[in-house]
Nanobody, 126 residues
Framework: QVQLVESGGGLVQAGGSLRLSCAAS????????IGWLRQAPGKEREFVAS????????NYVESEKGRFTISRDNTKNTVYLQMNSLKPEDTAIYYC???????????????????WGQGTQVTVSS
């Protein structure tokens, strides 16, 4: 079983940057591909980005390509989401999630994950 803890959220002005972290424990981290998802008030949870077990493959929601970068450090059991040029519409609770995979180099644009963190709030002011 994987435990996930997000950090790095906060209040930032439009155009600013934040780096979210997701620290994992409780299982072999490199056996899981990891996703970042977000949920804005009154909206459905949506996929943002994912990264394969070995960090080679990534997936992004089309609207965030070029602004967000997902990465992972398997030696630190941590996944990051670097967010640049933030917009007010990026305001949401951001969740990281983990899914076991037998494929080391595949990342999926999916909302289906077994393990979830508690989320971290990102607020972008205009």
């Amino acid at each position: 079983q994987v435990q996930l803890v997000e950090s790095g959220g906060g209040l930032v002005q439009a155009g600013g940057s934040l780096r979210l972290s997701c620290a994992a424990s409780g299982a072999t981290f490199s056996n899981y591909y990891i996703g970042w998802l977000r949920q804005a008030p009154g909206k459905e949870r949506e996929f943002v980005a994912s990264i394969s077990r070995n960090g080679v493959s990534t997936n992004y929601v089309e609207s965030e390509k070029g602004r967000f970068t997902i990465s992972r450090d398997n030696t630190k059991n941590t996944v990051y989401l670097q967010m640049n040029s933030l917009k007010p519409e990026d305001t949401a609770i951001y969740y990281c999630a983990a899914q076991f995979s037998i494929f080391p180099d595949r990342a999926y644009a999916s909302n289906e994950y077994t393990y979830w963190g508690q989320g971290t709030q990102v607020t972008v002011s205009s």
